[in-house]
């Protein structure tokens, strides 16, 4: 199996611990059956990656078992946000598209209590391949070995994977930033996940404004990030 090493986790504040602490008893009381849960956003800069990576970080100081699954194949910043170090790059567009194995491509990592799966190259179609036979018999092994699979998706406002991935999950929850998108805009994000027949779990309200002005960690990072991939935001989301 190969090896992880996450360098840059980042160190949380008592109010960001307690809000994760918080965030995985919420997801714990959702019930036994709740084990692979999509996390999705409505638009780039939304912060849902850092959002997923914490949660799965947060599930193993509890002792429980965790699959991160980076499905944002078309534009990935788990590598580089976090600083993660491999010898191989072997992902999860490696096993879709049949290039190798599930075991090659299961990474063990320096959390103990969590393995990762890479998403590799950008592939052309990456609906295709996780709406194909692979991805679902991906997500039905990993029921077998883990407690928890986390699995960071794209935004659903920009594209359609987050659905596609949400029909093989337990649950979704969608990652919203505060005071950035309309009531609208947001409804619309969930009309398009209950297609998906995936049980909605709930909103993640991310980047609140503190008193005094502070965002805390999140910053404005991401949305510079992920504009120049999947455009700017429209008039429908303001």
């Known amino acids: 199996m190969q090896k992880l090493e996450i360098t840059a986790l980042p160190e949380l504040d008592y109010h960001g611990r307690e809000a994760y602490k918080t965030l995985r008893s919420n997801l714990q009381f959702a019930g036994e059956d709740v084990k692979a849960v999509a996390i999705t956003s409505c638009t780039p800069g939304d912060g849902k990656s850092s959002v997923s990576m914490l949660l799965a970080v947060s599930l193993t100081e509890i002792g429980k078992k965790v699959l991160f699954i980076d499905a944002d194949m078309r534009r990935s910043v788990i590598m580089g946000r976090h600083r993660i170090a491999a010898k191989k790059n072997n992902g999860l567009t490696h096993y879709l598209s049949g290039q190798c194995k599930l075991s090659e491509v299961i990474c063990e990592t320096n959390v103990e209590g969590l393995s990762m799966i890479l998403t590799g190259p950008v592939p052309p179609n990456p609906s295709e391949l996780l709406s194909g036979r692979l991805f679902k018999e991906?997500?039905?092994?990993?029921?077998?070995?883990?407690?928890?699979?986390?699995?960071?998706?794209?935004?659903?406002?920009?594209?359609?994977?987050?659905?596609?991935?949400?029909?093989?999950?337990?649950?979704?929850?969608?990652?919203?930033?505060?005071?950035?998108?309309?009531?609208?805009?947001?409804?619309?994000?969930?009309?398009?996940?209950?297609?998906?027949g995936c049980k909605i779990l709930g909103v993640i309200l991310n980047k609140v404004k503190r008193k005094g002005g502070s965002y805390g960690y999140y910053g404005r990072y991401y949305g510079k990030y992920y504009g120049k991939y999947y455009g700017e935001y429209t008039s429908e989301t303001k």
């Open 138 to 196: 991906l997500i039905a092994t990993s029921r077998e070995d883990y407690d928890y699979i986390i699995i960071d998706t794209p935004p659903l406002g920009s594209v359609i994977d987050s659905a596609i991935v949400a029909r093989e999950c337990d649950g979704v929850a969608i990652v919203i930033s505060a005071d950035t998108i309309s009531y609208k805009f947001a409804q619309k994000v969930k009309n398009q996940l209950e297609t998906s």
